[in-house]
């Protein structure tokens, strides 16, 4: 995906909320009625916060790792990462969980650091292939471990609210880096601990 737009390049808070007023408009409403009055530069508060992850650079997150870890070479999952996210197709919400691993090579990132790299991603237009990919490589590429491996579920709300209509689907992808790739073995311990009961089920 190309870099986001610098700051000077971007419409200016005036103009976005103007567009805001158009898509109201487009809606069949009268955006100077008073319950709406407020409604762009609320909306466009609201874009800054899904869309953060375009001021963020998420190789930057996983730069700072820990070497002392006694040997640890073993598969590190965190699961159930929650995130949100919106269809580059139609801007509606994507809501899911993702699990996140690898296999450490002398080194370990700290977990909210994975969480955070989902985040950064997420926080952008997607589509939920890209968004596995963009994690997986990003991981792969700042902490070179034997193998990574990210798998999402979510719900996409242009599905289930417009359109064919179909809430209760979820996409499952998943992309498979090095060791998780080419060893069953490995892949097999990854999907046997992600199916194990939560912590917080203990
Ligand atoms: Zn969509």
């Known amino acids: 995906m190309s870099d986001p737009l610098p700051r000077t390049d971007r419409p200016t808070r005036a103009e976005t909320e103007e567009a805001i007023r158009t898509l109201l ?30 001021e963020i650079d998420p190789k930057t997150l996983l730069e700072r790792t820990f070497s ?3 040997g640890y070479d073993e598969i590190v ?27 450490p090579r002398k080194r370990v990132v700290g977990i909210s650091k994975l969480a955070r790299v989902v ?3 997420a ?9 596995t990919a963009q994690i997986a490589n990003t991981i792969n590429d700042v902490l070179q471990p034997h193998g990574t ?3 999402i579920e979510s ?19 998943s992309q498979m880096l090095g060791t998780f790739r080419t060893n069953s073995d490995t ?3 990854l999907m046997a601990m992600l199916n194990r009961p939560a912590a917080s089920e203990y």
Not at 123 to 131: S, W
Not at 155 to 173: A, D, I, K, L
Request: overall charge negative; glycine content about 6%; some cysteine.
């Open 25 to 54: 408009r487009w809606a069949g409403e009268d955006p100077t009625r008073e319950g709406l009055h407020d409604t762009p530069a609320r909306v466009a508060r609201a874009y800054e916060e899904f869309f953060q992850g375009y």
């Open 68 to 70: 002392e870890v006694d």
């Open 77 to 103: 999952l965190l699961r159930d990462i929650r995130f949100e996210s919106h269809c580059e197709h139609h801007l509606a919400p994507i809501i899911g969980r993702a699990h996140v691993a690898y296999l």
């Open 119 to 121: 985040d950064a991603y």
């Open 123 to 131: 926080r952008r237009m997607q589509i939920q292939e890209r968004l």
């Open 149 to 151: 491996a990210v798998i």
């Open 155 to 173: 719900s996409h709300e242009c599905m289930t609210t417009r359109g064919v209509h179909r809430p209760g689907v979820s996409m499952v992808t």
């Open 187 to 189: 892949r097999r311990e």
